[in-house]
């Protein structure tokens, strides 16, 4: 069981959770014609983990559960969850940065309460166009896209194809180099993996999750439950099943070099899924980046320990 768990955990990128899908979302979630920002008030999702900030948003023919907090004039930080999570990942930081900005968070497609793209949009190019869209969706010009393992990946990526759209980027434990083989070619998705995905049992998941923290204890007490609970959603693992099939990490040097916006690294040196001798390499390769690093964290620093990797984020926020 333990291989079986560090074998999914090295294959892709991920922070650890799903968020439950109902099987009406479908009709719940039909959003504007035009693509628009759904802002009309109504029942939503019936789900306990829909709360009063969400939304529903069509981008490009996906309904996607967004949620917006703090004031409306504020700078707008975009934060962008890693795979198989939801925005839930960033509840502790949102809590605190939604006092002095427009913090937007999403479902990124086949996760949480998003669900499956009917189209199966999933490649990361797909996915970076995804967010822009949902930009565009919300009348957002520009931000400050923050993002971890996958997210992060998304979010470096969006700034070199759409630089006039990102101002600032942090990065937590980024997806960028080539791991487990991964290249500019997907590898096939093994069987085990397909069965953590869709029917893994609840030790299964909870093992997984843990795996994601340098101290297990640091865990937020019943996560692996909800993690359990909520990647169960109707279609939710095959759609990552789905995204790991197109899943590919082409050599990054020449794209990170075209970064053209302060960037602050933050990695923990005891992260199990994505290298932290990344973190170097990056920094070294991005012109105005700086790099923060944390003996005793793992894959999730903003989960594992937010008041202090807070700290450095709002530090550099503010920098001029």
Do not use: C, K
């Not at 990128?13 to 014609?33: H, I």
């Not at 439950?225 to 040097?253: D, I, K, N, Q, Y």
């Amino acid at each position: 069981m333990r291989v079986l768990i560090a074998l999914l955990l090295g294959v892709f990128f991920l922070v650890g959770v799903g968020v439950y899908v109902l099987t009406q979302m479908r009709q719940d979630a039909a959003g504007p014609a035009d693509g628009g920002v759904d802002l009309a008030e109504g029942p939503g999702i019936d789900s306990p983990w829909w709360s009063e900030a969400d939304r529903l948003v069509d981008v490009a023919g996906q309904p996607t559960r967004v949620r917006i907090e703090g004031p409306e004039t504020a700078p707008v930080l975009i934060l962008v969850h890693g795979f198989s999570h939801s925005l839930e990942s960033w509840d502790a930081w949102a809590a605190d940065l939604s006092a002095d900005y427009r913090v937007v968070r999403m479902d990124l497609p086949g996760h949480g309460l998003t669900g499956p793209d009917p189209q199966a949009r999933y490649s990361v190019s797909q996915t970076v166009e995804f967010v822009d869209g949902l930009m565009d969706a919300l009348d957002i010009p520009d931000a400050t896209l923050v993002g971890n393992s996958l997210g992060g990946l998304v979010s470096w990526r969006l700034a070199v194809a759409h630089p006039d759209r990102v101002n600032r980027l942090v990065l937590l434990a980024p997806g960028g180099y080539s791991i487990n083989g991964v290249t500019e070619e997907p590898v096939d998705v093994p069987i085990p993996v397909r069965f953590f995905l869709t029917q893994a049992p609840e030790p299964v998941i909870n093992a997984a999750t843990q795996a994601l923290f340098a101290d297990p204890a640091r865990m937020p007490e019943g996560m692996s439950g909800r993690v359990h609970e909520l990647m169960r959603g109707e279609g939710v693992g095959e759609a990552m099943v789905e995204r790991l099939e197109v899943f590919t990490l082409p050599e990054p040097s020449a794209d990170l070099a075209r970064i053209a916006v302060p960037t602050l690294i933050v990695w923990g040196e005891a992260d199990r899924m994505v290298p932290p001798s990344h973190g170097p390499l990056m920094a070294a390769t991005i012109p105005d980046a700086r790099l923060v690093t944390y003996p005793d964290l793992g894959h999730v620093v903003h989960e594992e320990a937010p008041a202090r990797t807070l700290a450095d984020m709002r530090e550099f926020l503010e920098a001029p």
